[in-house]
Nanobody, 121 residues
Framework: VQLQASGGGLVQPGGSLRLACVAS????????MGWYRQAPGKQRDLVAL???????TYADSAKDRFTISRDSAKNTVYLQMDSLKPGDTAVYYC????????????????WGEGTQVTVSS
């Protein structure tokens, strides 16, 4: 299984970016997909998470500015980020909790390599 994230870049404060993450490989079902971020010298923290039922969870810093969504048919999760601030600068990682072969396969966690988001004027 591989997770490929894209959409990062340099944006001015107040701007927007849309991240995408595609999961590929042997996948039976995806339980949840999410976005985490890690700034230099800091731990990796949750930004937003979405379950296969569409239930979403957001970090306080992301509420009202970020929107997570998913296309289950494409095994893809998106993160729409609006009103970006310099404090949002970090490497953004996507994560998937999934079963590979059938319903009784253990749930496993996979991480993408990350995409850099820099918010600066």
């Amino acid at each position: 299984v591989q997770l490929q994230a894209s959409g990062g870049g340099l944006v001015q404060p107040g701007g927007s970016l849309r991240l995408a993450c595609v999961a590929s490989g042997t996948i039976f079902s995806i339980n949840s997909m999410g976005w985490y971020r890690q700034a230099p010298g800091k731990q990796r923290d949750l930004v937003a998470l979405i379950t296969r039922d569409g239930v979403t969870t957001y970090a306080d810093s992301a509420k009202d500015r970020f929107t997570i969504s998913r296309d289950s048919a494409k095994n893809t999760v998106y993160l729409q980020m609006d009103s970006l601030k310099p404090g949002d600068t970090a490497v953004y990682y996507c994560k998937a909790d999934l079963r590979q072969r059938h319903r009784f396969t253990p749930l496993e966690t996979y991480w993408g390599e990350g995409t850099q988001v820099t918010v600066s004027s």
